[in-house]
């Protein structure tokens, strides 16, 4: 799509199997001066490579570069990615006077009738920004071949840097010797980058060896006490954040996609889409009963969604969920089709969020020092995990969707839809487990 912004342009499409061929088309174009723009073009100085994502011939003379990004904003890891194409391309010898990053701007919104391509994406100016690191990055590459030439990998402990920007991919491979704490300080929930550096500063690992003395707030302190006593503990008014729970009971999840294009009339890039709930009412405490809805063809899903939501959801009783997130789609619900604006806000008005009354009152170690549904469910609901379904998390969900919609062998489509509910039939049972577990642990401390 960020092609299509620059007609006539050329796309070199060796891949990295045939370098050389990349780097002679690339030659080829630039002496013919035959594009007014090259897609993926090959450079190579002092034995680096780069292919640029659009190289973009600039009218009154010289070339931009153009970093393409799937992001909404230019971040400050975007700027040496950069950096390091200017280094390379004007070490190759070409006249780089522009270069930037293109994101999707989160802004547009789509008409429903064609993609304005200027508006749906935004280019951010990084020239001086990149500029000001080739210094560095000649350096930095310098030091990084005499690295690579080695015999052996440098020796340099696994610790915090590994993590920025992103999580290093060698991370398990380079501690796989490194013993493993059985509750690493990790676990203790919210702990600052400067306070874990602290405490291994200190040579503490474990969470049990925290001194009493070192700061933490009371949920990190109420984690190290239950690591220590070796069991769960209730460490709130239970029984009071309960009571609020009216019945008949209800249990809501929603599975949303995030199409970076938007694809409805009245949508963003990134707009969370809802294409599948489900519903859990408990009839007595053994017993419940559960319907879903899963929109199976191209169309925008909402309004569907939202009709036979309402079906379900009926107009009394609590609708407990597990996280703010049903709260925040039901809210883009209701502003994106305001004739549903008041029965999804007295939808709104009925939520109970599970996941704030387990975090303050509740923890047990095996939780890990994680409150997500996929960490408390092994622990309350023992062989009620997730490990025995196709699909077993929200972002797959939403690929295997985008994959089942794309599809035209009706077998696969039917069983991806099957995968998908029943991961999220599984959510809402989770809940209904839990509130079980929360309403016993309750009844044991009275």
């Known amino acids: 799509m960020a092609r299509d912004r620059y007609p ?23 002496e013919e001066d035959a594009a007014p723009a090259l897609f993926e073009p090959a450079f190579q100085y002092n034995n ?39 280094w390379v391309l004007r070490g190759a010898g070409l006249d ?6 293109l994101t999707l701007n989160r802004d547009y919104i789509y008409d429903g009738i064609q993609l304005d391509l200027d508006a749906l994406f935004a280019f951010h100016p990084v020239l001086d920004e990149a500029d000001a690191l080739l210094e560095s990055i000649g350096t930095e590459i310098s030091d990084m071949q005499t690295m690579l ?86 460490h709130g008014d239970l029984a009071r954040s309960l009571a609020g729970i ?66 379900a959801l009926g107009h009394e009783g609590s609708i407990c969920t597990y996280s703010s997130f049903e709260r925040m789609q039901l809210k883009a619900l209701a502003a994106a089709f305001p004739q549903y604006t008041d029965a999804l806000d007295d939808i709104i008005a009925r939520l109970v969020d599970l996941l704030p009354i387990v975090s303050g009152n509740y923890y047990h170690p095996d939780f890990h020092g994680s409150f997500s549904i996929k960490s408390v469910l092994p622990v309350v609901a023992p ?24 599809s035209v062998n ?11 509910r029943k991961y999220c039939a599984r959510d809402t049972l989770a809940m209904v487990e839990l509130r079980k577990t929360l309403l016993a642990v309750m009844q044991a401390n009275t």
């Not at 077998?411 to 998908?420: A, P, V």
Request: hydrophobic content about 35%; aromatic content about 8%.
């Open 8 to 30: 006539g342009g050329h796309f070199v499409e060796h891949d990295y199997r045939n370098i050389p061929a990349a780097l002679s088309e690339t030659q080829r174009l630039i």
């Open 48 to 86: 680096v490579l780069a292919r640029v994502d659009v190289l973009e011939c600039i009218p009154d003379g010289g070339w931009r570069i153009v970093e393409v990004k799937s992001t909404t904003r230019c971040k400050p890891e975007h700027i040496p990615d950069v950096a390091v194409q200017l």
């Open 96 to 101: 780089i006077r522009e270069a930037g990053v």
């Open 149 to 234: 030439a080695a015999d052996s990998a440098p020796d340099i402990q696994p610790s915090q840097h590994c993590f920025k920007p992103y999580e290093c991919p060698y991370y398990a491979h380079c501690t796989r010797n490194i013993p493993q704490p059985e509750h690493g300080i990790r676990e203790l929930s919210g702990i600052s980058a400067d306070r874990r550096e602290q405490l291994e500063s200190m040579g503490v690992t474990e969470v049990r060896d925290v001194p009493a003395n070192f700061p933490l707030n009371q949920l990190q302190s109420v984690i190290r006490q239950a690591v220590i006593d070796g069991g769960d503990t209730v």
């Open 246 to 311: 009216a019945p008949p009971v209800r249990h809501l999840d929603f599975e949303t996609f995030q199409p970076a294009i938007p694809r409805f009339a009245g949508t963003r890039p990134y707009d969370q889409i809802p294409f599948l709930f489900s519903v859990r009412t408990e009839l007595d405490e053994l017993s419940h009963d559960h319907t879903d809805y899963l929109h199976e063809d191209d169309s925008d899903p909402r309004p569907a969604l939202i009709e036979r939501l309402l079906e």
């Open 383 to 406: 062989g009620l995990g997730y490990d025995d379904l196709k699909i077993a998390d929200g972002q797959l969900a939403s690929i295997w969707y985008a994959r089942a919609l794309a």
């Open 410 to 420: 009706s077998t696969e489509k039917r069983q991806i839809f099957d995968n998908l």
